[in-house]
């Protein structure tokens, strides 16, 4: 999903703006893999669904953290789950350093420093929503012989 934003010059002049397409990858999930995410946290975040530290192709610890993890938080959980999977990958496009990632009911953000309040947004969730179908009744097949005498 393309998303509008508008940039400046290193200098920050404002009449030397630019525009420039960002392409926001938007991810079906279910609700069940969305749920394992929170469960495996080491200590699940108030301010978000879950949030993990991505250092490395290969290693995603279950917290938070832009500092020395503490050792609960120091398991790889890299390969427990595909969504997390998929979702760690993405970030290393737009953050090939690593960092931390938050994952909110409807998009996963990342923050530049610990104590930076922006947030800025590299995926779009959708759940995935099983709908319920009322029954419908049937009637009852017509035998052979009552359909073809009509």
């Not at 030397?16 to 929170?38: A, P, S, Y």
């Not at 108030?46 to 609960?72: L, M, Q, Y």
């Not at 969504?83 to 931390?100: H, N, S, T, V, Y």
């Amino acid at each position: 999903m393309p998303i509008l934003v508008e940039t400046t010059t290193p200098d920050y002049n404002t009449e030397d703006k630019d525009e420039c397409m960002l392409d926001i990858l938007q991810l079906h999930v279910n609700l069940d893999e969305f749920d394992q995410l929170r469960l495996c946290q080491a200590a699940p975040p108030s301010d978000c669904h879950a949030a993990f530290t991505v250092r490395g192709a290969k290693t995603i610890w279950p917290a938070a953290n832009w500092d020395e993890t503490e050792a609960a938080g120091k398991i790889n959980v890299r390969g427990w789950f595909p969504l997390l999977d998929k979702m760690a990958d993405e970030f290393l496009i737009w953050r090939p350093q690593g960092g931390c990632f938050f994952v909110h009911r409807e998009k996963v953000t990342y923050r530049i420093a610990e104590h930076d309040p922006r947030n800025v947004m590299f995926l779009l969730l959708e759940q995935n929503r099983m709908a319920v179908v009322p029954p419908r009744t049937i009637e009852p097949a017509m035998p052979l012989r009552a359909y073809l005498a009509r």
